[in-house]
């Protein structure tokens, strides 16, 4: 039976009569459980930070929080958060890709595949606080690493002061979810290259690297780049991991969010918090937006 | 082994694969070893087992674990009731709102935890306040964080089966719309709803923005609150934690493939 053309009135021409929700209306009504939650536990709170980033703290309309973010320390904030956002993004696209590349040479369904992906599946979408004290026990001030390095070298990891806990310290600890990201994202494009076009390259006398620089490369670069993107909102997004890393100051956006929820709030800032969500959700939504784009133009080439 | 390659450039790739790897694997098994050496430090240089012994007797994390499994099962109950109707319905009889359902489930992927918990902490008095403070409130904030993942995996199940056939098969004979949910298309995409609930389990017991800034106790606010205490215990239920997810998901990896055999046997 063909779905359909009329949207809605579906139950009069059904082939199958009998009880159920036939009318349009009562078609409807499946799907308003679905809604109603969406819409009270995702759209309105949503809607609520929105909104509240152009009210005063006496609910009138106002632009005063969004000129605050392009100053003073959120507009620090918000540039360290691009330039750590953008630095892990670049170095867990590139190492991500490679390691994407070996892995794809193996078998599909070997056990180095599997490990590999469930392990990047894990550290790229789970790993929040578990990360952080994952580096602690490495490089933190009592780490194995460290201990290592003092103990048969001599060499103090924190010679320059305690970078682990600042800006240098996030950005390792973020290429640790980066790299594991770019994989699950980047390894379905490499699966989409088709042997056929690296044979057409052989049967013509092409190297590996005519293959790279004509085929390979400009059929992946779309792929690369968005999911470049997706790293980087990643990334901008990230809370937990430096959260528990970082309890002195704020020096990302995430942070200083934290510092509206848990303290104490300057009399007319109340919405502050509220404006410096909507500036992520603003960043975060042209980077995944512009990753959208990137996807569908690689997706010409799987069919 | 690479089937991509000629034989005459696979000695140089495969040193360059061989390279990767072992960098790389030795980079992100490096802190899981750290972990295992750090958790089980004894005093003055030998080895002890305190920190592991540690976890079952404290009992503010035996009690914020329980919390989070419970969480955890909740939410992909939550999850599934939610998605599992309305996906399947919105097939069969309202193609016209798949636009509108598919984005509202993947806008949380747009909208960072951070963000959205600065909305629900006006929205979460109002819940405490009717239905008391209990942690497992969360689990209304949970199913919305799972979406996203749990929308793919079930689109996908979804997509592998004829269901328009099958629900008016069943339909001919006489069956229910509940019949034809919880008899036919149930069954017929399981390992999609079981795929769907793995990952929400671990997402959720890996969750720590929104609980900690709704102050409840779950089991990564604890171990966060406890690694400014004592960090051997937070570093071994760590580890445990990221073993705990990496078994769910090798599971998963599993089931996958399963389901296409299916899929092969069943078409």
């Known amino acids: ?32 459980p679905f809604l109603a939650y969406v819409g009270t536990f995702l759209v309105y709170p949503t809607a609520l930070v929105l909104a509240g980033s152009f009210q005063g703290s006496d609910g009138s309309f106002t632009l005063d929080n969004l000129a605050d973010l392009t100053r003073g320390v959120y507009l620090q904030a918000f540039l360290r958060s691009v330039e750590l956002s953008a630095i892990t993004a670049l170095l867990g696209a590139v190492l991500g890709a490679l390691l994407s590349w070996a892995v794809a040479a193996g078998e599909p369904e070997g056990p180095l595949r599997r490990v590999v992906v469930a392990g990047a599946g894990v550290l790229a979408q789970f790993g929040g606080v578990p990360l952080a004290f994952a580096f602690l026990a490495t490089i933190g001030f009592q780490g194995f690493v460290t201990q290592f390095l ?67 490369g400009p059929i992946l670069l779309p792929a690369f780049l968005g999911a470049a993107l997706l790293l ?6 990230a809370y937990a991991t430096a959260a528990a890393l970082v309890s002195q100051g704020s020096p990302i956006v995430p942070l200083q969010i934290r510092g509206f929820l848990t303290g104490e709030v300057l009399l007319g800032q109340e919405n502050l918090g509220k404006a410096l969500g909507l500036g992520m959700v603003v960043v975060v939504g042209v980077a995944m937006g512009l990753y959208a784009l990137l996807q569908r133009r690689f997706a010409r080439w799987q069919r | 082994m690479a089937a991509v390659t000629k034989p005459r450039r696979s000695a140089g790739s ?43 007797d404290d009992p503010d994390l035996v009690e914020a674990i329980l919390v989070s499994v419970q969480l955890a099962v909740a939410s992909s109950l939550l999850m599934l009731v939610l998605l599992v109707p309305t996906m399947t319905w919105i097939r069969l009889r309202l193609p016209a709102l798949r636009r509108l359902v598919e984005f509202l489930c993947l806008l949380p992927v747009a909208i960072p935890a951070i963000v959205l918990v600065v909305g629900m902490a006006p929205l979460y008095a109002w819940v405490n306040y009717f239905l008391g403070d209990s942690p497992l409130t969360l689990t209304f904030a949970y199913a919305v ?40 298309v149930v069954p017929n995409i399981r390992t999609a709803l079981l795929g769907a609930s793995l990952l929400s389990v671990a997402l959720v017991l890996g969750e720590f923005t929104i609980a900690s800034l709704l102050n409840f106790d779950t089991l990564q606010v604890r171990v966060n609150l406890l690694g400014k205490r004592d960090a051997g215990v937070s570093i071994a239920v760590s580890l445990l934690s990221l073993l705990f997810a990496f078994a769910l998901l090798f599971l998963l990896s599993f089931i996958g493939r399963r389901r296409r055999d299916t899929a092969v046997e069943e078409g």
């Open chain 2, 145 to 184: 964080l799972v979406l996203p993942f749990a929308y793919r995996a079930i689109d996908a199940g979804l997509s592998s089966i004829d269901l328009k056939t099958l629900a008016e098969a069943a339909r001919g004979l006489g069956a229910s719309w509940g019949t034809v949910l919880v008899r036919v």
């Open chain 1, 232 to 237: 980087f909102a990643n990334a901008f997004s």
């Open chain 1, 1 to 32: 039976m063909v779905a359909p053309v009329t949207t809605g009135v579906g139950g009069a021409d059904r082939a199958s009569p009998g009880p159920g929700p036939g009318r349009s209306w009562l078609a409807w009504l499946v799907v308003v």
């Open chain 1, 150 to 216: 003092r103990d048969s070298f001599g060499v103090d990891l924190f010679a320059t002061g305690a970078w682990l806990f600042e800006l240098p310290g996030l950005t390792l600890v973020y290429t640790f979810f980066q790299i594991p990201l770019m994989v699950i994202v980047f390894l379905p494009a490499l699966d989409g290259l088709r042997p056929q076009w690296r044979e057409a390259v052989d049967s013509l006398g092409g190297s590996s690297w005519t293959y790279w620089r004509h085929v390979g």
């Open chain 2, 14 to 56: 495969a040193v360059a694969r061989f390279a990767i790897l072992l960098v790389l694997g030795g980079f992100f098994l490096l802190p899981l070893v750290a972990m295992a050496e750090f958790s089980t430090r004894g005093a003055g240089g030998t080895r002890s087992l305190a920190s592991w012994a540690a976890i079952v």
